[in-house]
């Protein structure tokens, strides 16, 4: 799952693929969102560990891996 998380004061935003599926990224954005957790925390699919502070939140967006085609296809 393609995690894209807006960081308040920042030109960039945080970017991560995530083995989790998009109804657990889902809950835990809500819990973050809802007061009942101050921290975001994702973890990623080589295993790192992502906190972000609810505060700095800007945006969260949800979405499938891509899968990019290599090589050359024919018509």
Do not use: C, H, W
Not at 12 to 32: D, F, K, P
Not at 49 to 75: C, H, M, N, Q, W
């Amino acid at each position: 799952m393609d995690v894209k998380i807006g960081v308040s004061q920042s030109p960039r935003e945080l970017a991560l693929v995530s083995s989790q599926t998009a109804e657990e990224v889902e809950a835990l954005v809500a819990g973050v969102f809802d007061g009942s957790n101050p921290v975001l925390s994702l973890v990623d699919e080589k295993g790192r560990k992502f906190l972000v502070p609810a505060e700095k939140i800007s945006y969260v967006e949800i979405g499938p891996s891509d899968s990019r085609k290599v090589g050359f296809a024919t018509s």
